[in-house]
């Protein structure tokens, strides 16, 4: 028989968006429930990310009128993710679909104050079932109302004000067009209007972390972070409960309803990443994506899928190390992507995940650059060498010159394929149609253009000096693989079978997603509508 130091109904491994709705939902059942965070700061990658939601048909867009379907949402991810293995099965698919607006509805009773991004595209728009305006995400919140909780939050690590997803976009470009500008001036306003009324306003990301903790303390729900989980108890098949390691000592910890496996994925596991991927890892998440919650459901039988595949996209990596993800920054006018070889290689304005697929698979080896004019350095905005330019041009990352046949030499790269390849993508420019890649054809591709730029907003041509070349790597959001779950998002073993008493959700688990990114905000929805399943199903075995 097992000594126990603790009993809990629930025990949650992991406080991003998927652990704390998993913990929400539990406690709303009238389960007792448990939150360990193995790093000092609660609210994981969700914290410091976009904080947006994928939901179709969700409540927001049918009360504005916006017409959607699950049936809809099923053809649309049917074409795009195509046959992806059993992470991805029907069954899982219409469990996401159909339960995403009732936790939308659930969470928005509970006091989460949602909002839509209306004009944001999925991301493969022209796709069956695609629409415009699926996403949604949290209106600013105070973080003053986490009280002494904020001090060990990963919110104060994102950005210090009410930002919204469609505030991106716009202040990218908030000196070079009329929409821009009056966003920039709205944003400065509503950000000192909060503060002035003794608000601390965060956004996206931040917004969802902080409604969402707010919500657990509320419920009197104990969060012990720097309290990382050890091992699963597993008594005649069945988890039965948890070890974590608490203040230096280990406490065994019984779970009547069972343990939720919601730690994020190996992001920041070097070994891992060479073993699954075969690349360094250039990650946005935080530094406790080490997979361990993965090993540990491994270790009680659980199955493995999608493990070497990520949440890819293209970053910047500055001198100190830290990634940059690269969202609309390459999708600007006046700038391509090119290879070691100074050609293009890919649609830059493709959804980040096609475009870090691509760096991947790009038979030339050696760096590869965003090379810009002029008028991209002096009307959008780029935060990632914001004041650093010097800083980055020492560490070999940027490089400028009057000429691209300079820039080219500064590179090591044959000038005349540089200037052929930039001639190519002029001519493209003046036409509007990108005859080799398709930048700029849909909708998606379009929402990071610039609508002054005529004919095709994502294509500008470079032709003005200095021209600008910036390294870029590839980088994720996270990664994509873990332990193969159910529709209830129970632990499977590999035969099939259920690991009772254990759940996962998030991005410890293989994506429902498959090897593709719908739309925006298909990481932390699926997080959250299977950790909501999870505790739903807890709670009424």
Same mark, same amino acid.
């Given at each position: ?6 009993? /809990?109904?629930?025990? #949650? ?48 867009? !049918? ?8 049936? =809809?949402?099923?053809? $649309?991810?049917?074409?795009?993710? =195509? ?7 029907? =069954? ?12 939308? %509805? ?71 067009? #009329? ?22 306003? #965060? ?12 919500? /657990? ?61 075969? /690349? ?14 993965? =090993? ?13 595949? %990520? ?11 830290? %990634? ?93 394929? !540089?200037?052929?390849? @930039? ?20 909708? $998606? ?13 994502? !294509? ?11 390294? @870029? $790597? ?8 873990? !332990? ?13 079978? #259920? ?17 593709? $990114? ?21 709670? %009424?075995?």
């Amino acid at each position: 028989m097992t000594t126990w130091d603790d009993t /809990v109904d629930l025990l #949650v491994a992991g406080s991003g968006a998927a652990g704390m709705t998993a913990a929400i939902a539990a406690a709303n059942r009238g389960l007792d429930v448990l939150i360990v965070e193995s790093t000092a700061k609660w609210g994981g990658t969700t914290a410091v990310s976009g904080g947006g939601l994928w939901v179709p048909a969700n409540p927001l867009m !049918l009360r504005a009128g916006v017409r959607d379907s699950p049936t =809809e949402a099923l053809t $649309y991810l049917t074409d795009v993710i =195509e046959y992806a293995g059993p992470a991805s099965s029907p =069954e899982r698919r219409r469990a996401f679909v159909e339960t995403g607006p009732e936790m939308v %509805a659930f969470l928005a009773r509970l006091g989460v104050r949602w909002k839509r991004a209306k004009d944001y595209p999925d991301y493969y728009p022209d796709r069956p079932g695609g629409k415009i305006g699926r996403s949604i995400e949290v209106k600013a919140f105070n973080s003053k109302l986490l009280g002494a909780a904020y001090a060990d939050s990963r919110v104060k690590d994102g950005v210090p004000a009410p930002l919204a997803t469609d505030d991106v976009w716009l202040l990218s470009r908030a000196w070079s067009t #009329v929409s821009g500008f009056v966003r920039g001036a709205r944003f400065v306003f509503r950000t000192l209007g909060q503060y002035a009324t003794g608000k601390r306003p #965060v956004g996206i990301g931040g917004a969802l972390a902080g409604s969402l903790m707010h919500i /657990v303390r509320t419920q009197g729900t104990q969060v012990w972070t720097s309290t990382p989980l050890v091992d699963l108890v597993v008594e005649d098949g069945a988890v039965t409960g948890a070890i974590v390691e608490k203040d230096g000592e280990r406490v065994r910890i019984r779970a009547q309803k069972g343990v939720v496996l919601a730690a994020g994925g190996f992001a920041n596991n070097q070994e891992w990443r060479r073993k699954y991927h075969r /690349v360094e890892g250039h990650s946005s998440a935080p530094e406790g994506d080490q997979g361990t919650a993965i =090993e540990i459901g491994a270790r009680a039988g659980g199955v493995l899928e999608l493990m070497d595949d %990520a949440w890819w996209g293209g970053s910047f990596v500055g001198p100190d190390g830290k %990634a940059a993800f690269l969202v609309a920054e390459r999708s600007l006018p006046f700038s391509i992507v090119v290879d070691a070889n100074g050609e293009r290689f890919t649609n830059e304005s493709a959804s980040y995940i096609d475009f870090g697929h691509d760096m991947l698979a790009h038979p030339v080896a050696g760096p590869m650059w965003m090379i810009s004019d002029a008028r991209h350095a002096r009307r959008y905005l780029n935060s990632a060498y914001l004041g650093k330019k010097k800083e980055w041009q020492a560490a070999g990352l940027l490089f400028e010159a009057d000429t691209p046949a300079e820039l080219a030499v500064r590179l090591g790269m044959d000038p005349t394929r !540089l200037a052929q390849a @930039i001639a190519r993508f002029n001519g493209f420019a003046r036409t509007g149609v990108d005859g080799d890649f398709g930048r700029g054809r849909t909708a $998606y591709d379009n929402y990071y253009g610039d609508p002054r730029v005529k004919p095709n907003p994502n !294509l500008g041509p470079l032709e003005k000096g200095p021209f600008r070349a910036v390294r @870029i $790597y590839p980088g994720d959001l996270g990664t994509k693989g873990g !332990l193969l779950t159910d529709a209830d998002a129970r632990v499977l073993r590999a035969d099939g079978s #259920v690991i009772s008493g254990l759940y996962a959700a998030g991005n410890t688990t293989a994506s429902v997603m498959g090897r593709t $990114y719908p739309g925006p905000g298909s990481t932390i929805a699926p997080a959250m509508v299977f950790g909501y399943r999870a505790a739903q199903h807890a709670a %009424a075995h």
